[in-house]
């Protein structure tokens, strides 16, 4: 079965650098999202994309933030200068059938840790 | 605001059993879905049982069930007949569809634990 797979796994930077996170979403798939999980909060969203533009984005997402679909094929969230708040589990979802589609498939996770 | 809230953080259920895990929420918008995502340790979200809002009827996807109170904002998550598997961080989340609004609004989770 078709799975949204996320690299790396495990990220750790030191503040002030900046990192790339990177999402293959399931091929036929043309509906993207970042969510991000401090640890013992709730899983926040963070921006969604289609079409090569972004669709919407929380408050979390400020200018620190940038999403890409590089190549037709990955997904990829930037954070220009980490902090050490930013440290958390970023999830990647997608899903099919525009933003009314009711399931959303989500990758595994990076666990990102600024030092 | 939008608000999703899980009262439970951890529970345990003997295998075999059945458990009930809670959910409220709170929106203004009247098209909505609720779901509930199980994560299991180290692995990626998975869906579990949704339920439109427009729908008297409560969602059951085989041992899973929910009893969705619309006008209490209650959308709760019974498992039947636990199994070991079901091991797992449980999600509660909020999806507004129309418009261009299409992202999930989360609970905290509740962390089930089922015994042998």
């Known amino acids: 079965e078709p799975e949204v797979t996320q690299t790396p796994s495990h990220q750790v930077t030191q503040m002030g650098q900046e990192v790339i996170l990177r999402c293959v979403p399931i091929s036929n798939h043309l509906y993207f999202y970042w969510y991000r999980q401090i640890l013992g909060q709730k899983v926040e969203f963070l921006v969604s994309f289609y079409n090569n533009e972004i669709s919407e984005k929380s408050e979390i997402f400020d200018d620190q933030f940038s999403v890409e679909r590089p190549d037709g094929s990955n997904f990829t969230l930037k954070i220009r200068s980490t902090k050490l708040e930013d440290s958390a589990m970023y999830f990647c979802?997608?899903?099919?059938?525009?933003?009314?589609?009711?399931?959303?498939?989500f990758g595994p996770g990076t666990r990102l840790t600024v030092t | 605001a939008q608000t999703v809230t899980q009262s439970q953080p951890e529970m345990s259920v003997q295998e075999a059993e059945t458990v009930t895990l809670s959910c409220t929420y709170d929106t203004s918008e009247n098209n909505y879905y609720l779901f509930w995502y199980k994560q299991p340790p180290s692995r990626q979200m998975i869906l579990v049982i949704r339920?439109?809002?427009?729908?008297?009827q409560n969602a059951t996807e085989n041992r899973f069930s929910v009893n969705f109170q619309k006008a209490a904002k209650s959308f709760s998550l019974k498992i039947s007949d636990s199994q070991l598997g079901d091991t797992a961080m449980y999600f509660c989340?909020?999806?507004?569809?129309?418009?261009?609004?299409?992202?999930?609004?989360f609970g905290k989770g509740t962390k089930l634990s089922v015994k042998p």
């Open positions: 989340a909020l999806l507004n569809y129309g418009g261009s609004q299409g992202n999930l609004i």
């Open positions: 339920q439109e809002a427009y729908k008297q």
């Open positions: 979802a997608s899903t099919t059938t525009g933003f009314s589609s009711y399931e959303q498939y």
